[in-house]
């Protein structure tokens, strides 16, 4: 087994995937450029048994999710049964509802976590967090990013880094990543350019500033399994494209 895997963050992709048609077609686009695995982000409604047939005639791995918080509290029996549908083992959340970001919030985080942690593992799956900048405020001496770490017991709560937006809010992807270590299944891979403007923007893996030689020895070093890249805006540019740019910049620098 390779010890990494290679996926697309289908958020990228959200305007193709409003159908089912739109996922079939989609699917058969990553995995003409080389992607093994996805993440299902963004989708129209419609069925999870269609995305299933889809995921299998596509012949990917559905390494992870991304589903809103409330789902987890509400629905939680629905979303356990969607991810066994798809394979899928790693849930996550991309972030949390803006009432959330005190330390509050973070108290009501923390507790309402446990349940829906421990009946996900009941099922074989874990359940990850994928930070903004804004989780990267400081309260005190710390910042609540770091709190959410330090308080959520590991069993229950992963990361799954990503490593613009930890940038772009004035950390070091790289010290992060070796920060957190094994708690780690997922990462999410995004570079950041500067604008002649001056404007921090989304930009294409090696396309932009971000030092990827140490996010990815950081990263072999404690054994992420899933590289998940993502590009939240293209720009204008055709964001298959995007992702094909990223992952033939990821094979030049030794990933496979």
Not at 240 to 253: D, G, H, V
């Amino acid at each position: 087994m390779a010890q990494h895997v290679l996926g697309a963050q289908l958020y990228t992709l959200r305007d193709y995937t409003k159908t089912i048609d739109d996922v079939r077609a989609t699917l058969e686009k990553v995995v003409g450029i080389g992607y093994k695995a996805v993440q299902i982000s963004g989708f129209g409604p419609m069925d999870p048994k269609d995305v299933a047939q889809a995921v299998r005639d596509a012949g990917v791995t559905v390494a992870a999710t991304h589903m809103g918080w409330p789902r987890f509290l509400d629905e939680l029996d629905a979303v356990i049964e969607e991810h066994k549908m798809w394979g899928c083992a790693h849930a996550a959340i991309g972030g949390l509802p803006a009432e959330y970001f005190s330390l509050d919030g973070l108290k009501r985080f923390l507790d309402e976590l446990p349940p829906v942690a421990d009946k996900l593992a009941k099922e074989g799956m874990d359940f990850s967090y994928h930070n903004h900048h804004h989780e990267l405020a400081r309260h005190g001496d710390e910042t609540w990013l770091d709190r959410l770490y330090e308080q959520a017991d590991p069993k229950h709560l992963k990361a799954e880094i990503d490593t613009h937006w930890i940038q772009r809010g004035g950390g070091d992807p790289a010290a992060w990543i070796r920060k957190l270590g094994d708690r780690q299944p997922l990462l999410h891979l995004k570079d950041m350019a500067i604008t002649p403007e001056r404007e921090p923007i989304f930009a294409e893996i090696g396309e932009g500033n971000l030092n990827w030689p140490a996010i990815l020895d950081a990263a072999k070093d404690v054994g992420v399994r899933w590289y998940l890249i993502e590009q939240d805006d293209c720009y204008g540019r055709d964001p298959f494209e995007s992702l094909a740019i990223s992952y033939r910049n990821l094979r030049a620098m030794g990933l496979t």
